[in-house]
Nanobody, 119 residues
Framework: QVQLQESGPGLVKPSQTLSLTCTVS??????????WTWVRQSPGKGLEWIGY???????TYSPSLKSRASISRVTSSNQIILRLTSVTPEDTGVYYC???????????WGQGTQVTVSS
């Protein structure tokens, strides 16, 4: 069974860099044809797609976050890393990692991790 677990700091100060890790078990992040995706939900808003890294190490980002987001992977530990620079309180929300079998079709999700941006 595929399981995804997000981890990272719950509180980040404005202007700092947020770094989150998604640890994947039950599957390899290098197997074709999956896309390992980050999504977030801010208070009072719907789900917002941040970006993904594919099985072949190709990354794609939301245009609105492209200048601040980066997604990478550590294959030896089967982890996906999200970094978001210059955070503001508007980046507060629950961050999820998910596996997609094609772009936009997500079949496995982590439980999510709360991130609060505050001084």
């Amino acid at each position: 069974q595929v399981q995804l677990q997000e981890s990272g700091p719950g509180l980040v100060k404005p202007s700092q860099t947020l770094s989150l890790t998604c640890t994947v078990s039950g599957d390899s992040i290098t197997i074709n044809p999956y896309y390992w995706t980050w999504v977030r939900q801010s208070p009072g808003k719907g789900l917002e797609w941040i970006g993904y890294i594919s099985w072949s190490d190709v990354t794609t980002y939301s245009p609105s976050l492209k200048s601040r987001a980066s997604i990478s992977r550590v294959t030896s530990s089967n982890q996906i890393i999200l970094r978001l620079t210059s955070v503001t309180p508007e980046d507060t929300g629950v961050y999820y990692c998910a596996r997609a079998v094609s772009v936009g079709v997500r079949d496995y999700w982590g439980q999510g991790t709360q991130v609060t941006v505050s001084s």
